[in-house]
Nanobody, 127 residues
Framework: QVQLVESGGGLVKPGDSLKLSCKASGWMLSRCATAWFRQAPGKEREFVAVISRSGTGTTYADSVKGRFSISRENAKSTVYLQMNSLKPEDTAVYYC????????????????????WGQGTQVTVCS
């Protein structure tokens, strides 16, 4: 049984930093690309960042580019999202998602191309 478990969320002030972790069990995250998505109240789920299985390729949403950084430790089957200079508009539930096959274009921003999902971790940015 594949499980993705996110951690590291919390309540922070604007300008603060947080580091989210996504730990996989029953599945080796190193097999395929892994991404972070987020969903704010009343809004649709949106893409945040994706990293290739090797870690050499990344793509970010324009809204987080330059502030967020995605990385992975395949030996630990863990993917991270370092979030700096957080803004109130970053408030959302953050989800980790993994692809189950190697895609021709693995750095996908389309949530439908991700098979495994975590339960989410809440990030709240409020002064």
């Amino acid at each position: 049984q594949v499980q993705l478990v996110e951690s590291g969320g919390g309540l922070v002030k604007p300008g603060d930093s947080l580091k989210l972790s996504c730990k996989a069990s029953g599945w080796m995250l190193s097999r395929c690309a892994t991404a972070w998505f987020r969903q704010a109240p009343g809004k649709e789920r949106e893409f945040v960042a994706v990293i290739s299985r090797s870690g050499t390729g990344t793509t970010y949403a324009d809204s987080v580019k330059g502030r967020f950084s995605i990385s992975r430790e395949n030996a630990k089957s863990t993917v991270y999202l370092q979030m700096n200079s957080l803004k109130p508009e970053d408030t959302a539930v953050y989800y980790c998602a993994a692809q189950s096959t190697i895609l021709t274009a693995p750095l996908s921003v389309n949530s439908r191309e991700y098979t495994y999902w975590g339960q989410g971790t809440q990030v709240t940015v409020c002064s």
